[in-house]
């Protein structure tokens, strides 16, 4: 404890020196929430990254960066008295006190009791509408996921992933419909109707779209660059081929890829 203690006070001391009007270092100086902001979303997902990859070595490094958001925003919030970096940490060991009755209390554990506290603290904060704290600044998918649970926690839900399921066919047969008519508005609207089903689908599913997108992604860049290679293996590039020929080649990849899984 104590040289997480000292770890953590050098931290804070760094990033107040990078900030000091005098002697600090000018980027930093320059920076503001708003700036910094983007930062901190590309740090939380490159934890994410990190750990998808089972890159256990990296994440010590990784997480650092992403604490560095968290200081970072409490520093430049002390300079404008607003609050400083003890108040962040106790304000989240608060909540969680609060919020685990059954740890730190006397209350029995009981299932809800986590969006329960979440429903009153929103309460308190005048912010009582189901759907009122649902971050929009939230990746989409990520966001779609987390209203249609806000919003089945009252009963606005299917029963069964067969619903959902269904569901997710009505949605592609608009936006197929609206493909046929060519009015590209339709279609954008359409096409989000799609998604935001399909995320309530995840979520049915008890599965992170973003997780399964993100595996998807790696998986589409895994086998495209198989085909590439192979090509290469054949004095080819991508661009030496036509459509058939790589769809081949992705077929043969598949192929290799369930191959070895047997």
Known sequence: MHDASSALARLLDIMARLRDPQTGCPWDQAQDFASIAPYSIE????VADTIAREDWDSLPDELGDLLLQVVYHAQM??????????????????????RHPHVFGNAPAEAGQWETGKAQERLARNRGGTLDDVPVGLPALLRARKLSARAARTGFDWDTVGEVAAKVDEELDELKVEL??????????????????????????????????????????RRFTAVEH?????????????????????????????????
Not at 43 to 46: C, G, L, P, S, V
């Open 180 to 221: 046929e008519s060519g009015d590209r508005a339709k279609i954008f609207d359409e096409l989000g109707d799609v998604l935001f089903t399909l995320a309530t689908l995840a979520r049915k599913l008890d599965m992170d779209p973003e997780a399964c997108l993100r595996q998807a992604n790696a998986k589409f860049t």
């Open 77 to 98: 919030a002390d300079e404008k008295g607003m609050f400083d970096f003890a108040t962040v940490a106790r304000m989240i060991g608060d909540k969680m006190v609060r």
């Open 230 to 262: 192979d090509l290469a293996a054949r004095g080819l590039a991508l661009t030496d081929v036509d459509v058939r020929t790589m769809e081949e080649g992705w077929q043969a990849v598949k192929r290799r890829e369930r191959a070895a899984q047997d």
């Open 43 to 46: 740090e939380a997902y490159e």
